[in-house]
């Protein structure tokens, strides 16, 4: 009998095999006794040959992006199509400081390096400067010594996270010498490379990230990610890209980059100077009294891009061919240009309403915050350029977030709870791990209602049931003192009480009206549409209208137009009104620009006892009585 069982790679289908295969050989007789010399072989071959089939398993694997599960491969396989993956991303701050010294000096230089300390997460982090900066001086008040004083005022500098190293190379002319940058966590946007000869920094060579205009003559490198995290540099040959040691350029290579804690220094905003001051006679001074102030606390600081994202994206990139046209090329290229993007949104002018053809309009959730700066979008916009169609127009919008709450009135069996309270709280954290998940956070993304009613049932043991109403909620910046019309879309279907009370809004205040106002609407006869007011309440507790009709609302396509309103002050911070409505459907999707999120914080968590369950009512009188509905109750005329 032959041995065909190719395909059996578990130890004991294995052994199985080999013995099968002897059984039918009458040659030896003693394989089938475990105590037996012949079974210690059998053992030892089935190990062997399991061992073997293992390792030639993984290589396989290893072999092909989507399996491959190292690291390091995955890389490899990255870059067989032109895909670098992102590195770690310094958090940035920009600061403001003013210095006083007695040193008489018409100028301060503050030094490339070391500028500042600043707290995060409990930890304390170093923001540094790429370059030296130099401001004037100004005569100041005399000090209490009755000495004179000059201050120089830094205005706007950008601080990173992390120290500034530099690595220098010589270049030795063989064709396999390697410039392989022996530090890990290195932001790679921020390497700046320079050829030139002996105690000189020499020209500049770019970055590039493909071939595309590129000759012999052009003075760039190519980076791509070896083993560890870690960054080689390639030069060109003298066909693609200038070679190195030609035209007197020089052979010493000097890098300059930044070591990063990455996404750990987001947050800083208390700063202390721990910078270098340099005179102008380039002598170094005694700081003296230095004020900082925060104009912008360390943001956008990520870690080294996954190895999950390089099997998603790399493909993308490829199929873009470093050119944007569809709306996957668009999210495939923004990932790779800014890497602190999370989530993007692009829309084709066709689809808007109304149709903005030769437009796309770009919505992009950066991994940090809400926005993406208007310096960041400026950045973005540019480099799009290179990849995009003539004739195009890119616009980057502001995010615009959907967010769910929830009102669950919880029912648990209180001879099963220790702590109600505790048992409150493992609800919101089960919700809270629920609102990381892929469902949401996302353009495009769905809140599932059923998922959701589930993960709270599954919390313990103790909960029976839960009846959750949701809402969802949208967050109007207002203009303040001037007369805006204001448009928010919801992208789902409203649930509509015939005695209005369906649009709901936080108190903000209007020009003419000392009082504060709130926004409602009452809907026409068809329930398909209604008309928004405005009304304050009195001293006495009552409903006041103070405008009939300042806008209208949809309720099918879940739209709220109003204004123009000139608004002087909101109650919540940041000049925001928030403004929530019902939903037809429970399952609340997010659709084209619509970032989805569950909203945790701002959602009601009811514990109600279980009056049937615990046996306290069997006949379930009380609990028709005594406990909530799955009505939509509008409650309140005003959002709390």
């Not at 830094?154 to 030795?172: A, E, H, S």
């Not at 590129?214 to 995290?229: A, G, M, P, T, Y």
């Amino acid at each position: 009998m032959p041995f065909t069982k190719y395909t059996n790679l578990d130890f004991d289908q294995i052994k199985t095999s080999i013995k099968d295969y002897l059984r039918a050989n009458s040659t030896f007789t003693d394989f089938d006794f475990e105590g037996s010399n012949f079974s210690v072989l059998i053992d030892t071959l089935a190990y062997n040959t399991y061992i073997t089939a293992f390792n030639s398993n993984m290589i396989v694997n290893e072999s092909f992006l989507d399996s491959a599960t190292l690291r390091e491969n995955v890389i490899s396989l990255a870059g067989n199509i032109g895909y670098v993956p992102r590195s770690r991303t310094a958090s940035a701050a920009r600061i403001s400081f003013d210095v006083t010294t007695t040193v008489n000096t018409p100028t301060l230089t503050l030094k490339a390096g070391v500028v500042c300390t600043g707290r995060a997460n409990d930890a304390l982090y170093t923001f540094a400067i790429p370059e030296d900066t130099t401001a004037n001086t100004v005569s100041g008040p005399a000090d209490s010594n009755g000495n004179p004083t000059f201050i120089a005022s830094f205005d706007n500098i950008n601080v990173f996270q992390g120290i500034f190293l530099t690595k220098q190379f010589l270049y030795d002319g063989s064709l396999d010498q390697r410039f392989v940058l022996n530090n890990s966590f290195i932001d790679t946007s921020t390497i700046k490379v320079y050829i030139g000869k002996q105690n000189t920094r020499g020209i500049e060579y770019s970055l590039s990230e493909n071939i595309f205009d590129i000759d012999k003559n052009s003075r760039i490198f190519f980076l791509n990610e070896v083993q560890d995290e870690k960054y080689e540099l390639r030069f060109g040959d003298g066909i693609i890209g200038k070679k190195l040691g030609e035209d007197g350029d020089g052979t010493y290579i000097t890098v300059d980059y930044i070591v990063t804690d990455g996404r750990n220094g987001n947050g800083a905003s208390n700063f202390s100077f721990s910078g270098t001051l340099e005179s102008a006679n380039t002598q170094i001074i005694d700081p003296g009294t230095v004020t900082i102030t925060t104009n912008q606390s360390s943001i956008n600081g990520g870690e080294i891009e996954p190895i999950d994202s390089v099997k998603y994206y790399a493909p993308r990139l490829y199929s873009s061919q470093y050119r944007a046209v569809t709306a996957r090329d668009y999210e495939a290229i923004i990932k790779t240009i800014y890497p602190n993007t999370e989530s993007v949104s692009v829309v084709g002018g066709e689809q808007m309403d109304p149709p903005q053809f030769g437009t796309v309009q770009i919505s992009i959730k950066p991994k940090n915050g809400s926005f993406v700066s208007d310096f960041n979008k400026e950045q973005i916009l540019s480099k799009l350029k290179q990849f995009t169609v003539s004739g195009i127009n890119q616009k980057i919008t502001d995010l615009k977030i959907l967010y769910v709450e929830l009102d669950s009135s919880v029912y648990y069996n209180y001879s099963e709870v220790s702590s109600l309270e505790g048992l409150k709280t493992s609800v919101t954290d089960s919700l809270q791990k629920y609102s990381n998940s892929l469902d949401l956070n996302k353009f495009g993304g769905r809140f599932r209602y059923s998922k959701t009613q589930q993960v709270i049932d599954n919390t313990s043991t103790a909960i029976t049931s839960n009846i959750t109403k949701v809402i969802i909620r949208r967050d109007l910046k207002a203009v303040l003192n001037a007369p805006v019309q204001y448009e928010l879309c919801y992208g789902n279907q409203f649930h509509v009480e015939p005695q209005g009370k369906n649009i709901k809004s936080t108190g903000f205040n209007i020009s003419g009206e000392s009082s504060t106002v709130y926004l409602t609407d009452a809907p026409n006869d068809d329930l398909k549409t209604g008309i928004v007011s405005i009304f304050k309440i009195d001293a006495n507790g009552n409903t006041v209208v103070v405008s009939n009709n300042v806008g209208t609302v949809d309720y099918v396509k879940g739209e709220i137009i109003f204004g123009p309103l000139n608004i002087t002050k909101t109650e919540v911070t940041g000049n925001v009104i928030e403004i929530q409505a019902f939903p037809e459907s429970n399952d609340v999707v997010g659709l084209r620009d619509l970032y989805v999120s569950l909203s945790v914080p701002k959602s009601t968590i009811n514990m109600v006892r279980d009056v049937i369950a615990s046996g306290d009512e069997i006949s379930g009188t009380r609990f028709v009585n005594d406990f909530y509905t799955s009505s939509y109750s509008n409650g309140s005329l005003i959002r709390k």
